[in-house]
């Protein structure tokens, strides 16, 4: 026993396994960045020489896992609202990119996501952006499990000239931080119609060579499927499918227009959905078939999108969404059960990751991505089934303490790795310069 021992104690422990658990008066054993044991109390109280922490209200659960985030394009944050994506694409976002997305921007806008994440619960960002060398310093800085997205278009922007140089540039960032325990790169060519044959080709060729995950925009709106019939003559899936994109490595993001047989197909494929419900309402874009893909064997895990097309980076409320909108489109209130809500938002989103053996449930030898839930106040009161609120009723205000790999990086609500004012000042900077 050292003294990087932690025992938290806690009424309520949801680990997170196959079936719905949750463990009453227990307390989690952690060391370093490592889950030891979850013990009755009453065992816990004789361990010796390890710090305490006594969380009298509430329940512990694996950090969120977030799907798939733009996290620098918080610095967008109702830039540009209410508009069809391709008219917020081209007339606002790309254009205020052009002009202010650098290195800077990309490094100050993650460190706002991430304090933002952390306080709302979560541990694990499956990032896509530019400036991949910035997102994951900012992730080092704040002590968050971060997949660093490497963005792939065929078109320059202040970053990259061309397909060639975005993925030369990601493979030097790799490079740079092999090694780190809370980063790892991800090969994102952003969409079917943004991103070439030939490119598609490289990277799949690129991520089979050297063990990369591949994290991609697909049948986000009825706009890009009607466009690739016309380009392509078929919808972008099964042109993906021809071009071997289609694996276990493939984080696709939205999945929203599905005929059945593309179900199946992602299925066969064993690919990996990143649902987006609030930035599919805002976007009007239209709502994901979540169950019939969980129906189907599919790994359906939850995002929320950047806060420019979702303008907050919410889990709780995304988890929430997702369970309610599923019931309201199917008609079927037995669709997108609570625990299968969280199940997407914690191990689901891990298998997506190809991480479950480390993260999304609380299980000795897993790394210890924690969080803690004030379920005490009068918000979720009574408290007949703590599963029920954490998706119902709670909300992101409620996570008072957070670990991730075993590093405590918020108590009681306070941030420990930046302080807040220095976070504010930092937006308020670029809200100046960005006004429009």
């Known amino acids: 026993m050292t003294m990087t021992d932690t025992l938290i104690f806690a009424p309520y422990i949801l680990p997170m396994t196959e079936t719905p658990v949750v463990l009453r008066d227990y307390a989690l054993h952690i060391r370093q960045r490592e889950i030891i044991d979850i013990i009755p109390q009453e065992k816990a109280q004789s361990i010796a020489h390890a ?29 540009a609202d209410d508009l069809v994506l391709m008219d917020w694409l081209n007339q606002h976002i790309w254009p205020a990119e052009g002009q202010f997305a650098d290195g800077a921007f990309v490094y100050d806008g993650t460190l706002i996501a991430m304090a933002e994440m952390i306080r709302g619960g979560t541990t694990t960002i499956n990032d896509m952006y530019f400036f991949h060398a910035d997102v994951a310093k900012a992730a080092l800085r704040m002590g968050m499990r971060t997949f660093v997205g490497a963005s792939v278009l065929e078109f ?26 809370l980063v790892r790169f991800v090969l994102a060519p952003h969409a079917p119609y943004t991103v070439s044959d030939q490119t598609f080709r490289k990277i799949v060729d690129l991520a089979e060579k050297d063990d990369f995950l ?42 929203v227009h599905l005929t059945e047989e593309e179900i199946e197909l992602t299925a066969q494929r064993k690919v990996a959905v990143a649902h987006n419900p609030s930035s599919n309402m805002k976007l009007a874009s239209g709502c994901a078939p979540v169950q019939k893909l969980l129906n189907a064997g599919v790994c359906v895990g939850i995002g929320t999108d950047g806060a420019a097309s979702n303008n907050k980076l919410d889990m709780f409320a995304e988890t929430r969404l997702a369970a309610l909108i599923a019931k309201g489109f199917s008609g079927c209130p037995t669709d997108l059960k609570a625990y299968d809500a969280l199940k997407s938002a914690t191990i689901l989103g891990a298998q997506a990751l190809h991480m479950e053996d480390k993260i999304g449930s609380l299980e000795a030898g897993k790394w210890a991505d924690i969080i803690a839930v004030d379920l005490g106040e009068i918000e979720t009161q009574p408290l007949f089934d703590p599963i029920s609120h954490l998706v119902y009723a709670a909300d992101r205000s409620q996570v008072s303490d957070v670990w991730i790999n075993g590093q405590r990086v918020l ?19 670029w809200q100046k310069k960005m006004r429009p």
Do not use: W
């Open 156 to 181: 320059p922007n202040r970053y990259a000239q061309n397909a060639d140089e975005y993925i030369e540039k990601a493979l030097q960032a790799q490079a740079d931080f092999l090694g780190e325990d």
């Open 214 to 255: 591949i994290h991609c925009h697909i049948h986000e709106t009825q706009d890009e499927i009607s466009g690739s019939l016309k380009e392509y003559n078929m919808r972008p899936l099964q042109r993906l499918d021809r071009l071997g994109l289609l694996s276990d490595r493939l984080i696709a993001a939205h999945m």
């Open 411 to 429: 108590q009681q609500r306070h941030l420990i790795p930046m302080e807040m004012d220095e976070l504010k000042n930092i937006a308020h900077q």
């Open 51 to 79: 710090q305490r922490v006594s969380l009298p209200n509430h329940v512990l659960m694996p950090g969120l896992i977030n799907l798939h985030g733009h996290s620098a394009m918080t610095l967008l944050r109702g830039y």
